[in-house]
């Protein structure tokens, strides 16, 4: 209950200072780039996505009442599919890697990595003015769940991983003058959760955290984007999405 009522009480803060503030921003995350699709849809995509992303963290965890710092990094491909104008639904699979620091636990291969994610677009605002032309404000959800295991302690583990976030985005389209200048930039931030369960589990205290990255859309249906996240420790995350 405590680790839930912290993560809420970071969201709202994070929800209230990106719409205060319009340097805060969040990831688009929607069929194409323009502001206007993202909760009326694009004509120009059929609701599906493919794409890669990896993550690295580190976190301090606890085994059997052994406690550890765990290296975990995902390498991972998804396809999604937009249900409606406001939500997609991801399938992941790919690979976790991952190792741990203290002399109770072992390091571990690789295993197969399996997972679900949803995006959920909760508002929208345009902005336009003569000096940033066109842009918008967005307040995006992304809620995911992993599945994997871990050699620790002599013992394969079963482990499961719950992320959220909420984030604060502000998306520039530029007026492209050039093939080799991207259509849209976008900046953003906001408040992540991130809890471990099943045979190894985070320190409650470790389990919220902050987001800051960047996502530039090429064209309408290509984007890559890059953020770093602060728990405990600094981690990291990027990808490339494809929409069809």
Do not use: C
Request: glycine fraction near 10%; charge should be negative; charged fraction near 20%.
């Amino acid at each position: 209950m405590n680790i839930t009522r912290n993560f809420l009480m970071a969201a709202a803060s994070g929800l209230f200072l990106g719409l205060s503030a319009v340097d805060l921003h969040a990831s688009p995350r929607g069929s194409s780039d323009q502001g206007r699709d993202y909760l009326s849809g694009s004509s120009e995509s059929d609701g599906w996505s493919f794409g890669m992303f990896f993550l690295g963290r580190d976190k301090n965890v606890e085994i059997e009442g052994f406690t550890a710092e765990m290296r975990d990094e995902k390498l991972a491909a998804y396809i999604g599919r937009t249900l409606l104008p406001w939500i997609t639904l991801y399938g992941i699979a790919g690979q976790d890697r991952h190792s741990f620091s203290s002399g109770h636990s072992g390091d571990s291969e690789q295993s197969f990595l399996w997972g679900a994610a949803t995006d959920i677009d909760l508002f929208l605002h345009e902005i336009q003015d003569p000096v940033l032309m066109e842009n918008e404000i967005r307040v995006n959800i992304n809620l995911a769940y992993y599945g994997f295991e871990a050699d620790a302690l002599g013992e394969t583990r079963d482990v499961g991983q719950f992320d959220a976030s909420l984030t604060v985005s502000l998306a520039n389209n530029l007026d492209r003058v050039s093939l080799y200048l991207p259509e849209t930039i976008a900046i953003f931030a906001g408040p992540v959760f991130s809890q471990l369960d099943g045979d190894i589990s985070d320190k409650p205290d470790d389990s919220v955290g902050m987001t800051v990255g960047l996502e530039v859309f090429h064209s309408k249906r290509v984007s890559y984007n890059f953020r770093v996240e602060n728990f405990s420790n600094v981690g990291y995350a990027g990808g490339l999405n494809i929409r069809f």
